[in-house]
């Protein structure tokens, strides 16, 4: 009897010890992101009326409510002129917004301002963007270029396109986050995009999805493939100009409307890569947009043409896309937004800005940001990305005097447009934590932060994304919390693009990639069939007489697309800024640094730097331990040592390999290299996936 009692005794403490366990493990593996609040205090919360969208607005006040106990809370539509259309205003007990959407994200601003401790004064708050997308690279049959996070929330296969209670709940959960940083729009599938995305069936799977984001205000939209008229539609051309084409165009338009009432319209990837686009039938990327944007106009819907374009020709790279777009600026419809990525080559660890921004002054022009984190070391390198893009932002392109951004160049402050937008390329994928690493949601949530705002800095976004994130469920003192834990992290975020602009690529240097992963380094890699414009020494241009891209009026004279006084500056050698030297200038290696170190050196230091920053990110996070539950500790542990062992081999890959040509000795005080030139090529010639580095 004793013995049975007591069997039972431990059975229940098993019980519930597991429980606890399993609840824990549930709770702790990323998958609730920043939205984590749960009320503290009851709410009244009155609303005149009801719908899908606001009803979410009202349950997420009633679910997340951290203000005074028993408060009424007032959610108002009103007509203010002030407001756009998805602006709020905001104070601590009543939100008023022209559309149910403005009042879920002033549901969201109050409720983070409540769990972050920021005040709420009497505010009116607008976006600075209408349209806020995220991008999917997924293809249909579930896999996603250039991610790192698993396969599709969207796409399960051709043959799997039935949808379930289990789709249905993490594209709800998906939307949920989205909305609560302002996102308005996703792209769902990649923009390689299959010509099959546009028939009937897959159409259905799509509208479902639409069905689910719609409540919490984001629009669908969908990245179409130029070419879909004769390979789906069984025409002989897919000329832009063609009655037939157009009115294959038009005739799935009405078909995607009727299933989809606010489909927001299409992305285009033309002529580029490889993609078909009008210019296969003689006709121009404006003939092509025009005629696509026609078709959507009676809907609202629009067309956003990417920039992205260069062919192998002997023109800079770094040109080719203003040199393609330039001409045709004022010929596009006012429902044409050209996507422009931040930088003229592509999503390199640092960029200047594409000149095309401020430049095309009678054409709508979006920003496309990577959040996915190709060539940042994916989802294994702690990059917090939201100081890269408020450096972008924030650059001055002089287009319309002092101060003409690149964030007033494309929100409409500057230039008069219909639609002002930005895109950023998404992270997410099925694994437990959406995105691969922990540290990796920041940069899903600092995009939707910078597309509402602007204006907003990185520290800010930081703050709240670890406040959010990593509220501590114990007891802590906050005074540990905050000397221990949010500073140091806080800090340890906002280097972390340096440092790994400073282990991969300093002073300008781009694109040194070995093959086709965009993982590891490879100043080498240049095999002798691949174009010169896919492989590195075309990029650093190393060699016995200095490094880096002439880009002056001597070189290829790109310092030539931007607005003076840029091209002055960036062309003179005592005023380009030295993050962008070797993108602009070919110098040699004993050239002297304003450090009054040789270039060598000052390569040296940089790439040396960037290592000993990732040390200290371990001890950082290492140090703030006991403020992290055990599971989210030990998965960044683990990435960062590995972040620091790629580090340094970035470092000794690129000095050993550069010093061939500089011949000089890498600084005696600097740590030396601790791997073999050799065995880190062999490793790149070990890597299953080989390709073109474009
Ligand atoms: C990069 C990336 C490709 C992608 C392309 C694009 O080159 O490596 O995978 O398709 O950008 O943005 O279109």
């Known amino acids: ?164 209670d289990r789709d249905k709940k993490l594209w709800a959960e998906y939307a949920r986050a989205n909305a609560s940083v302002g996102i308005n729009g996703s792209v769902l599938n990649n923009v390689n995009a299959s010509p099959k995305m546009l028939t009937s069936e ?53 078909e995607i409307y009727s299933l989809i009432p606010d489909f927001g319209g299409f992305l285009v990837k033309a002529n580029s890569e490889g993609q078909p686009g009008p210019q296969n039938f003689g006709r121009t990327h404006a003939d092509g947009a025009n005629m696509m944007a026609d078709v959507l106009l009676p809907y609202g819907g629009i067309v956003m043409w990417r920039a992205f374009v260069y062919d192998p020709s002997d023109e800079d790279r770094a040109k080719q896309a203003y040199n393609e777009f330039m001409p045709f600026d004022g010929q596009f419809r006012e429902n044409v937004i050209i996507q422009v990525k931040n930088g003229p080559i592509d999503f390199q660890p640092r960029e200047p800005f594409s000149p095309l921004f401020g430049a095309m002054k009678h054409t709508a022009v979006m920003p496309e940001l990577q959040i996915t984190q190709e060539y940042l070391g994916q989802s294994t390198h702690l990059v917090f990305l939201s100081t890269m893009w408020e450096e972008f932002l924030q650059s001055d392109t002089w287009q319309e005097g002092e101060g003409s951004t690149v964030a007033r160049c494309t929100d409409g402050s500057i230039f008069d447009q219909k639609y002002s937008a930005i895109a950023g390329v998404a992270n997410i994928g099925l694994d437990a934590n959406w995105c691969g690493h922990h540290f990796a949601q920041a940069n899903w949530y600092a995009f939707g932060r910078l597309a509402w705002d602007n204006s907003l800095s990185s520290a800010q976004i930081a703050d709240e994304w670890l406040k959010l994130t990593f509220k501590p469920e114990k007891q802590f003192s906050p005074i540990d919390w905050n000397l221990i834990f949010l500073l140091p992290v806080k800090q340890m975020m906002l280097e972390s693009h340096e440092a790994t602009v400073n282990y991969m690529m300093p002073l300008g240097l781009h694109h040194i990639f070995a093959a086709n992963h965009h993982y590891g380094p490879g100043p080498w890699w240049a095999p002798k069939d691949w174009r010169k414009d896919w492989t590195p020494p075309y990029y650093h241009q190393a060699g016995d007489d200095g490094i880096g891209f002439d880009r002056t009026a001597n070189g290829s004279n790109a310092v030539s697309q931007y607005h003076e006084p840029l091209t002055t500056q960036l062309g003179n050698l005592q005023t380009c800024p030295e993050a962008y030297l070797l993108w602009f200038h070919h110098l040699p290696w004993d050239y002297n640094m304003k450090s009054g170190r040789t270039l060598w050196d000052e390569l040296c230091y940089h790439y040396d730097e960037g290592v000993q920053q990732v040390r200290q990110f371990q001890k950082i996070w290492d140090k703030a331990e006991r403020f992290v539950d055990a599971e989210r500790f030990s998965a960044v542990q683990k990435k960062l040592r590995e972040q620091s062992l790629n580090a340094g081999e970035w470092k000794d890959a690129c000095l050993l390999y550069f010093q061939q040509f500089s011949k000089m000795p890498v600084p005696y005080e600097l740590e030396r290299p601790v791997n073999n030139l050799e065995t880190l090529m062999e490793k790149d010639r070990r890597m299953l996936h080989r390709g073109p580095t474009n």
């Open 1 to 164: 009897m004793l013995t049975n009692k007591n069997n039972q005794v431990k059975h229940t403490v098993f019980c519930i010890f597991f429980l606890i366990f399993s609840i824990g493990l549930k709770a702790e593996d990323g998958h609730r992101l920043w939205l984590r609040a749960s009320a503290t205090s009851p709410v009244i919360v009155q609303c005149a009326r009801h719908s899908a969208t606001l009803d979410i607005a009202v349950n997420e006040l009633k679910k997340g409510w951290q203000g005074r106990p028993g408060e009424t809370v007032i959610l108002k539509l009103v007509k203010d002129k002030q407001l756009k259309n998805d602006g709020f205003r905001l104070s601590a007990t009543e939100i008023q917004a022209n559309s149910e959407t403005g009042i879920l994200y002033g549901v969201y601003e109050l409720l983070r301002r409540q769990q972050t401790g920021e005040p709420v004064r009497n505010e009116l708050i607008n976006p600075s963007y209408n349209l806020r997308l995220l991008n999917h690279w997924d293809n249909l049959n579930g896999t996603i270029e250039r991610g790192y996070a698993g396969y599709s929330i969207f796409w399960h296969g051709e043959d799997s396109l039935a949808v379930s």
């Open 202 to 254: 897959i159409l259905q799977r799509a509208k479902a999805i639409a069905d689910v984001l719609r409540p919490y205000g984001i629009k669908t939209f969908l990245a179409v493939n130029f070419a879909s008229p004769q390979v789906i539609g069984g025409l002989e051309t897919a000329d832009p100009l063609d009655p037939e084409v157009k009115k294959w165009w038009y005739d799935k338009a009405k």
